[in-house]
T-cell receptor, first 113, second 116 residues
Framework: SQQGEEDPQALSIQEGENATMNCSYK?????LQWYRQNSGRGLVHLIL?????REKHSGRLRVTLDTSKKSSSLLITASRAADTASYFC?????????????FGQGTILTVHP | GAVVSQHPSWVICKSGTSVKIECRSL??????MFWYRQFPKQSLMLMAT?????????EQGVEKDKFLINHASLTLSTLTVTSAHPEDSSFYIC????????????FGQGTRLTVV
């Protein structure tokens, strides 16, 4: 079952602006991962944050994790038109099948040049 | 990171026929692989967990007789959509877990299935 909820469902911004997407989940996790998907294509792994981490950076990406609120956010700074894509959070709940992911509903990001 | 190769990337088949999709881990051994399905403008839904040398574990609502999964080796899992119907048209994507705990999953490129 889908346990991740993302908001907003769609986000439209101008190039150069920052984009923030949020993800909430329901059960305890081992880690939370963010993926990007261009229209009709496969997934690109962006960043993984473990349950004992609170913040992680990778280039223009900043991810935060608040396990007490069961939520995460993805910030893309200085957005570019090429960032236009769907973004999904996915939780790995651990257990015997590690690597088994539950995906959020996704945020469609449109960056206008 | 590790590489997972999925084949074919797209396939069109006639209603009533079967289609096989392959998922290979190229540079590591994957005892567990996962199959997801994504309908247009929706998120990815886990269909089943594929375990090497044993039966797959299907998620609730997924017909195991329709979606046959075989994981005969540590590097190959296959998904066969049997007696395909237009409503099976979807994007199917596999992933393999890393060989170590708490690391990213590695995804194949996905397969776009269109049943006509």
């Amino acid at each position: 079952s889908q346990q991740g909820e993302e908001d907003p469902q769609a986000l439209s911004i101008q190039e150069g602006e920052n984009a923030t997407m949020n993800c909430s989940y329901k059960t305890s996790i081992n880690n939370l991962q963010w993926y990007r998907q261009n229209s009709g294509r496969g997934l690109v792994h962006l960043i993984l944050i473990r349950s004992n981490e609170r913040e992680k950076h990778s280039g223009r990406l900043r991810v935060t994790l608040d396990t007490s609120k069961k939520s995460s956010s993805l910030l893309i700074t200085a957005s570019r038109a090429a960032d236009t894509a769907s973004y999904f959070c996915a939780t790995d709940n651990g257990g015997t099948s590690y690597g088994k992911l539950t995906f959020g509903q996704g945020t469609i990001l449109t960056v206008h040049p | 990171g590790a590489v997972v190769s999925q084949h074919p990337s797209w396939v069109i088949c006639k209603s009533g026929t079967s289609v096989k999709i392959e998922c290979r881990s190229l540079d590591f051994q994957a005892t567990t692989m996962f199959w997801y399905r994504q309908f247009p403008k929706q998120s990815l839904m886990l269909m089943a967990t594929s375990n090497e040398g044993s039966k797959a574990t299907y998620e609730q609502g997924v017909e195991k007789d329709k979606f046959l999964i075989n994981h005969a080796s540590l590097t190959l899992s296959t998904l066969t959509v049997t007696s395909a119907h237009p409503e099976d048209s979807s994007f199917y994507i596999c992933s393999a877990s890393g060989a170590w705990w708490n690391t990213e999953a590695f995804f194949g490129q996905g397969t776009r299935l269109t049943v006509v």
